[in-house]
């Protein structure tokens, strides 16, 4: 099971990403996040790097969404890729491409930062599954 | 699970071992009906979740627009005690430090917009920056971001974007004591620097409204408000730079662990004792976003006179559009409050509520003295919004607390399902409101039927005596996030 499935809340929103191992994991909850924001956009970009370290792979996931938010926030780009080298417990490699969000995009909701709240990582039988929720 | 006890008509307790490892009960003041939402969402157990903070006195409060956040309810408010090893929580402050509300008069009436109030509609989205990734009105260079994170809306007025007096009407007189820029990361700054003076997107708008009744006559006419005349609300907050000094924070100490023996239920109520360093640096950073939040809400304030200027073609001095006042709902603050009969220095995190000073409090303004402090109240769009003033009694109840909005009663995707953006762009111009272009697909996700009645909210605040009703708006225009 590879993906993603959007949470309700009555405030805010969230998802659960599925993946056969950890490292597909963070790619498919970085597309869902982008997805939910409406800052996925296909196609060619720029390369930036991705280096974070946190406690343990739920503080990871965290971190690694948070870095793209800032980089989207930041630099106003919308994100094309995403390519996770590593997930061990303590750090998470990799890269997103990025590219300039286009004037009018249909943006859709602007997700304000990625919150520790009900936030789980799990390794089962069926594979790898991130619960996470975002503050909108 | 312990039961629920109804204490009175507007006040509900939620014992102590409501879930484990409370330190005092919770209490939400609602009607039986607001209550029951409160129970059927997660947000009472959050309530309970926050009664376990070390150093938490008299109880985990929530007020009436309560509903499921993360870590913190919305609408929570809970005192720590820096004698007793009490706690300060980024998340009980949440990412949006200092969002807020503020209301600006006007001499006109609804007549006067009869031709106009499309083209003023038109004119105010276009002065007013809005949506994700919107450039602000008053872009920062270099370190005049310090500035605007120390000095909040003294800066914005010193670079023209308002009157010297503004300041007066905002809660600290528009600039929060204690911000400590240099504990906000360059990254923060960094978002903040072309966003000063947008709106933002989600829940975040800005409306025109009319006055529509008056309940308190007395205190409407202290704070210029008059049956029938044009006023304009803004809601909204510290944009990218408070929400990246939560996430900031929140990491910083997430990293410690449970170093401090206390293991929270969830984790997104990460804290870190008040005497820690860590919490001196958060507190600094919190209230020089709080100042960023006061600064936005000016900037965008002077583009609502601009707005007004260009439609009406005269000043806004001859248009009488003072400020009538300016309120944060997401901030911790350093209080006087008594604890056990004794006058002591808490910290009162306030998640979606607001201060709601009653007139005998000593740090309100001479001003306020014969009404209390002015409180802003946003409904949801298309609905009545309220000025209400805090009560003496609120001191005791809620460590001077009340309610921040209507509060959300339905989820987006629910609220989407029920209605299109177009549908309900169509119900609203129908009823007289005139809608700013927007993404229209996105507007039926803060429909008027996705919140609590917000009349509602502020009849059981009233009810609760935590703050009285002065006015009510209706609104006749929105421009949305």
């Known amino acids: 099971m590879n993906g993603y499935e959007v949470l309700e809340h009555t405030a805010d929103v969230g998802l659960r990403a599925h993946a056969p191992d950890v490292t597909s994991l963070f790619e498919q909850a970085t597309r869902g996040l982008c997805e939910i924001a409406g800052i996925w956009q296909d196609g060619s970009g720029t390369p930036v790097e991705i280096d974070v370290a946190a406690r343990d792979r739920e503080g990871l996931v965290v971190d690694w969404l948070n870095e793209v938010l800032y980089l989207h926030d930041s630099q106003n780009v919308a994100v094309c890729s995403v390519e996770v080298d590593e997930v061990s417990e303590e750090r998470a490699r990799g890269r997103i491409t990025v590219r300039p969000l286009s004037e009018g995009a249909e943006t859709a909701i602007q997700v304000k930062a990625v919150t520790y709240h009900q936030l789980a990582v799990r390794d089962t039988p069926s594979g790898w599954s991130a619960t996470v929720f975002f503050d909108v | 699970m312990s039961k629920t006890r109804r204490i009175d008509e507007y006040e509900w307790e939620l014992p102590i071992g409501f879930v484990d490892g409370m330190r005092v009960p919770g209490r939400v003041f609602a009607s039986r009906e607001l209550f029951d939402k409160a129970l059927a969402d997660r947000a009472a157990e959050q309530v309970a979740n926050v009664a376990t903070l070390p150093g938490i006195v008299g109880a985990s409060f929530a007020m009436p627009d309560i509903h499921w956040g993360y870590g913190f309810p919305i609408g929570g408010v809970a005192a720590t005690d820096p004698a007793s090893d009490g706690v300060l929580s980024p998340g009980g402050v949440g990412f949006d430090i200092g969002c807020g509300v503020r209301l600006v008069r006007t001499d006109l009436t609804q007549a006067d917009l009869d031709d106009s109030l499309r083209e003023l509609v038109h004119a105010l989205g276009n002065q007013v920056p809005r949506g994700v990734g919107g450039r602000g009105r008053l872009p920062i260079q270099g370190s005049d971001i310090d500035r605007v994170l120390t000095e909040g809306v003294a800066y914005a007025i010193e670079r023209g974007a308002g009157w010297s007096e503004d300041g007066q009407s905002c809660e600290d007189l528009g600039t929060l004591p204690d911000a400590d820029a240099s504990q906000v990361s360059e990254r923060a ?60 924070y929140l990491r910083s100490i997430d990293r410690l662990g449970n170093a401090f023996g206390y293991a929270p239920p969830d984790r997104q109520l990460a804290c870190v004792p008040l005497n820690h360093e860590l919490a001196e640096s958060y507190r600094g950073a919190m209230n020089a976003c709080g100042n960023f939040a006061l600064a936005n809400r000016q900037v965008l304030m002077d583009g609502v006179r601009a707005a007004f200027e260009s439609v009406f073609q005269s000043s806004a001095r001859d248009l009488g559009m003072q400020l009538v006042y300016d309120v944060s709902h997401n901030l911790a603050k350093l209080e006087e409050h008594s604890i056990d009969g004794t006058p002591r220095p808490v910290c009162v995190h306030r998640k979606g509520a607001t201060r709601a000073f009653g007139p005998s409090h000593p740090d309100l303004p001479e001003r306020f003295r014969s009404t209390g402090q002015p409180v802003l109240i946003p409904g949801s769009m298309g609905t009545s919004s309220f000025v209400l003033t805090g009560t003496d009694a609120a001191a005791t109840k809620s460590f001077s607390s009340t309610c921040h909005g209507a509060g959300r009663a339905m989820s987006r995707t629910k609220a989407k399902k029920q209605m299109s953006g ?60």
């Open chain 2, 189 to 248: 700054k960094e978002r903040g620097r072309g966003q000063l003076g947008s709106l933002g997107a989600g829940n975040h708008f800005l409306e025109i409204q009319i006055v529509d009744a008056i309940r308190e006559r007395s205190a409407a006419e202290l704070l210029g408000l008059v049956e029938g005349q044009v006023c304009v609300m803004i809601h909204s907050g510290s944009r990218g730079v408070g929400h990246q000094t939560c996430t900031d």
């Open chain 2, 422 to 481: 177009q549908e309900l762009r169509k119900q609203l111009e129908s009823a007289g409101i005139a809608l700013a272009r927007t993404r229209w697909k996105l507007l039926s996700e803060e429909a008027p039927y996705a919140y609590k009645d917000a009349e509602d909210v502020v009849a059981a605040c009233e009810g609760a005596g935590l703050s009285r009703v002065v006015a009510r708006l209706r609104p006749v225009g929105v421009v949305k996030g």
